[in-house]
């Protein structure tokens, strides 16, 4: 089992930034490719941001291409979400996916809200 666990969301004004973090317990996430997904209210979730399990491969939707970039530090704990130049599209609930072969695992999300 793999426990995920979001925070740094919260409410920002069109152009700033926030830092979203996923922590892990249970065990480490060396095997895991990790990525974010949002979904905002009455549409589905979509994929934000992927990093391989090696860190090596990272993919982005065309939507925040150039803004957002996601992390891993070495220890595999922790996988970051940078959010820069926010707009008010971006705000939904942000979520943490952990992706095997055999498993997926998800956080309870975290809000963020962009105003205009």
């Known amino acids: 089992q793999v426990q995920l666990v979001e925070s740094g969301g919260g409410l920002v004004q069109a152009g700033g930034s926030l830092r979203l973090s996923c922590a892990a317990s249970g065990r480490t996430l060396r095997n895991y490719a990790m990525a974010w997904f949002r979904q905002a209210p009455g549409k589905e979730r979509d994929i934000v941001a992927r990093v391989s399990g090696s860190g090596r491969t990272v993919d982005y939707a065309d939507s925040v291409k150039g803004r957002f970039t996601i992390s891993r530090d070495n220890a595999k704990t922790t996988v970051y979400l940078q959010m820069n130049s926010l707009k008010p599209e971006d705000t939904a609930v942000y979520y943490c996916?952990?992706?095997?072969?055999?498993?997926?695992?998800w956080g309870q999300g975290t809000q963020v809200t962009v105003s205009s």
């Open positions: 996916s952990a992706q095997s072969s055999r498993s997926t695992y």
